[in-house]
């Protein structure tokens, strides 16, 4: 099989549960990590997928093409503390602390989408102190046919891009209250622009600088793919697996 047949095919099956009215987002998905050390309970939210890491959801960019998924998530969030804590014992080739599983069902096309593997957090601190797998993470999910970094790509052009790709009121979020922390009443929406002009009100400039350093990528290294059609009867399941030996992607069809 070709080494991006899943990513081909999950781009398509999103894209064929999308609709105009923008009322239906199958990018969202849930995301199940396993919890801090100490902490009894895996954690379960619903999270917005961006995309591949670089190209988003197109599939034709060549000038750097993995499969890697990301998102983005404040800093603060018990989600990226989760995953940073587990991570610093982890590494791309070695011991995986850091699992994850992200699941979606797709009511248009009654089909089931899972995904598996490793999960990262990036912030410019944690690359600084060497708890991001910075390049071993990027060369190691280059595609066959694109074994090169372009020059001007680095992972804060990347936080870069996707902190622009977000609405002006979703950038705001990240100044709120941290997650969880004592209500504090009803927070103003303050829109947010994508970069600082030195025109803006202090007010804006403020909970821009901080909602910027609270903004962090997710990164989710997919190691398997489960896709399960149950339209017409009786179904199909299809699993992708990658073997972390070779690096090869396997196709296998299994029961309903």
């Not at 962090?216 to 299809?238: H, M, S």
Request: one cysteine or more.
């Amino acid at each position: 099989m070709m080494e991006n047949d899943w990513k081909i095919k999950l781009t398509k099956l999103l894209k064929d549960n999308s609709d105009s009215s923008g009322l239906l987002h199958p990018e969202y998905m849930q995301l199940a990590t396993l919890p801090s050390e100490g902490d009894k309970y895996p954690r379960n939210r619903t999270v917005a997928i961006r995309g591949f890491l670089n190209s988003g959801w197109e599939t034709d960019k060549d000038d750097l093409d993995t499969d890697l998924l990301v998102f983005s998530t404040d800093v603060e969030s018990q989600k990226a503390k989760d995953i940073s804590l587990r991570q610093a014992k982890s590494t791309p080739t070695g011991p995986m602390h850091n699992t994850f599983e992200l699941c979606s069902w797709l009511p248009k096309t009654m089909q089931q989408v899972r995904l598996w593997g490793q999960i990262w957090f990036y912030t410019p601190d944690l690359a600084e102190k060497n708890e991001f797998p910075k390049e071993d993470l990027l060369t190691s999910h280059l595609s066959r046919n694109n074994k090169r970094i372009p020059q001007e790509w680095s992972w804060e052009e990347e936080r870069r891009r996707i902190w622009e790709h977000h609405s002006p009121n979703m950038r705001s979020t990240f100044a709120n209250p941290v997650t969880y922390s004592d209500y504090q009443g009803e927070v103003p929406v303050v829109p947010l622009p994508a970069t600082l002009t030195g025109k803006e009100e202090a007010k804006v400039a403020n909970r821009w600088e901080a909602a910027w350093r609270r903004f962090g990528l997710v990164i989710c290294d997919v190691q398997g793919v489960e896709f399960l059609d149950l339209n017409p009867p009786p179904g199909k399941r299809v699993i992708y697996e990658k073997s972390l030996e070779t690096g090869e992607w396997s196709e296998e069809r299994v029961s309903v």
